[in-house]
């Protein structure tokens, strides 16, 4: 990982650092949108100046996943996309957060038959889950800011140990 | 021996995979394009990507049920296709909408329809590098989803319409709002028409690119939108007519020739024809119900319901058993944002459809994408991808 | 609508039509399945209902004995006078092939690979019926009716089980408690 995982040995500078360093991970996250469906329309608003997302310093999306740290799972992932969400997921780099946005991404949503994952969850790991069908624009600004407080608490070296990085089947 | 250079270089296609993870994809689709040099070779579609079981869930379902299902079809423009679902199962059923409920569904519809070409006009003008013109355009987008919020209780899934009527009334003060938000709908297309409309840039990326002819539109079965810029003017609202649409003057427009102008040109045109009907409507909604009066299919007043045991009886039976249509089969098509939206049902008299087929108007389009796109460079699948308006949901169904 | 296309066909194929219904003001023709060709390339060239508007198939599993079990149905369109025509073909299980409107319509290509893949249907003649909206690892025709709607075919190992749906009134096992992993192959 990063020089600050060897901060650990330095207590007093490795809080500090840790203070400053999620601070700054978490107002400049440079999201991608994996958009599939329905909640891409939502997504849109929220992203847009009526909701804007940009306050959040989360507006920029850089749409390759080797140049992101935010993986915004939007609408419904099908058996036949799954393959490719593990790919893209597997492409960026450490550290990277998972938002499943929407009720299909979190659980399968109603459409529970044979063509579509119930839950982005079964194919990679999730940070934070925001529910709705389209979930409104204010529920996805409070799913970010519980990302924000979630990163803001992680600790120097969480993503070097984290269980969720371990080799995906 | 004089040598040809280049005929005798070794030279193979170049395949590259657009998508289907992509922000021009609109949502997920692969095109696998093989490239000769900068010109594209040949071009294969593939859908597939957000398929999700629409018919085989609506077979498992009852009728009423189906409607959250349909909405999430062609997810920009929810009410067309409550409304063309509900269509089909009240020609078999037989029912006759109460003038109210038909003007409200039209009303609603056409918002509908202006939030779907605002969208896909917004996407493809980002895509080729105007931003701005994107913000301004779901900017007025947002109008149309407070006003069907305050209808529908939902800014995007809808669900509104029930077979027989509707679920809901209009609030209040919906006319008054609505009449606000037309002028600012105009002011905000004015601003696109003054950034586009000459815009060297965007004509020269726009014009002659997409180009389909119109033998080759009608053999794939296109509709739409696309269709009407290759010069047919087939709008399913005048040549079968249906809701009250007979009773409102507006124009289809057409374009010329076929390419990614013409259909940006036609859409533009048909917000302004929508913001028209929508003027014309609201001034004249007639009262009354708005759902038909027959106790098999539509539930009871709720006062009914807690005051009379006939009504709680009544409510009991549409809930737990729900509605059964007559056994036999209807199609009935309305105007989608991208075509002619059709459904075709199935019943053998049962609580749950024997088939529910959505005849998705964005599909045989796809499907002549691949032949459209021949020849061309690889910079213009970008605007001729985003003036056919691939609806996922809608697609693959 | 007027029936006069309906009447066309019938006088034009006495044999082949087997026969005609105008339920809710759709005329429909039902054809049996070894003219198909020759009367949609009549309807197209002489009753000029050249937009191909669908093509679908519908599964009556469990009719009464005699009657096929699948139908195709195609939904046609005039773009001149726009009327429009509905004709059915019923296809056995046992041997489920007609012939490919490919040659007709363009637009058929893609509705019959889509129909191909979800009920198994056969298209003769038909230039590339490769799976549409499934993936290649996907067995099995997803819209019979004797396909179980939640049966998972995953394509990646999942990182915990699915669950099926709950459970239905009539259903006749026990759904989706069980969280044994479903990999059904």
Redesign the interface.
Known sequence: MGLETKLKSVPWLATKAEFFINWARKYSLFQYPFVTACCGMEFMSAACSHYDIARFGAEFPRFTPRQADFLLVVGTISHKQAPILRTVYEQMCAPKWVVAFGACASTGGFYDNYATVQGCDKVIPVDVYIPGCPPRPEMVLDGLMKLMDKIQGEKLDEHEVSPKYRMLP | MPVDSVKDLYSEHLEIMLG????AMH??IQMKVHFDGETIAWVDV????????F???C??HRWNQVV??T??LN??SPIINNVGFVMAVE??C?LEVPPRGQFLRLILSEMSRISDHL?CVAAQVMELGAFSA??YL??A??LY?ELLESVTGA???TSWTRVGGARCDLPDDFVSQTQKAIPETRRILKEIHGLFDHNRIFLDRMVGVGVISQA?A??????GPFLRSTG?A?DVRK??PYLVYDQFEFEVPTGRNGDNMDRYSVRMAELEQSLRIIEQAISRIPEGPISVNDPRYTPPDKTAVYTTIEGLIHQFKMVYEGIHPPA????A?VEGANG?L?F?V?SDGGEKP??C?C?APC??IV??LGGMLKGHMLADIIPTFGSVNMI??EM?? | MSKEHLDKIVAQFPEAVVETHSLCGDHTALVRRDKWLEVMSFVRDELGLDHFIDLTAVDYLGREQGKDRFEVVVHLRSSQSGERLRLKARVPENNPAIDTLCGLWQGANWFERECHEMYGIKFKGHPDLRPLLLYPEFKGYPLRKDYPIDRRQPRVALLAPETGRSPRPGDETPHGHDPGFKADK
Not at chain 2, 20 to 23: D, E, N
Not at chain 2, 218 to 223: L, P, V, Y
């Open positions: 289907p993870s992509h922000p949502g997920t593939e859908p597939g990507y957000l398929h999700r079981g018919e085989k869930e077979e498992d959250p299902y909405d999430r997810y920009v020609k078999l037989g969208t994107f913000l779901i900017k987008r947002e989803y800014r995007v899934t080759d009608i053999s794939f079965g296109i509709t047919v087939y040549a079968d036999g089969e209807s199609y098509a002619e059709g075709y199935v024997v088939k087929r005849r599909f045989p499907a002549a996922g949901g693959d169904r």
